[in-house]
Structure formats: structure tokens, C-alpha cells
């Protein structure tokens, strides 16, 4: 699996795993698990973003 497929899907699984958290964190009123997941969310756009820019340079 190319380096660009793995981090576009990591990057995607790290905003479900994210989002997750973040709802479950409002769920129970949790707030450092909600502000864990919106990190975790963020951190995965930016996984999936450094996916796609390595597809266009070819790597």
C-alpha cells in the first residue's frame, strides 16, 4: 500500500475515532475526553490532507 493510501486512510480513521470520543465526552459531560476526541479529529484531517498532497507529488 502506498505511503499517500495509508495516511489518507489512518488520517480517516483517526476523525471517526475522534468524533467518537468527542460526542461520547458530551454524552457523559466528560470535557477532556470531548476536547481528546476534537484533537484526535483534527489530528486525522491533517493525516488525510498529508495523504493527499503526497499523491499529487507522487510519492
Do not use: F, P
Not at 475515532?17 to 466528560?30: F, H, I, L, Q, S
Request: hydrophobic share 25%; aromatic share 0%.
Amino acid at each position: 500500500m502506498k505511503s499517500s493510501t495509508k495516511d489518507k486512510a489512518g488520517g480517516k480513521m483517526h476523525q471517526i475515532k475522534g468524533k467518537v470520543k468527542e460526542v461520547a465526552g458530551k454524552t457523559v459531560g466528560n470535557r477532556d475526553l470531548e476536547r481528546e476526541g476534537k484533537v484526535e479529529n483534527q489530528e486525522g484531517k491533517v493525516q488525510e490532507k498529508t495523504g493527499g498532497l503526497k499523491k499529487a507529488v507522487g510519492k
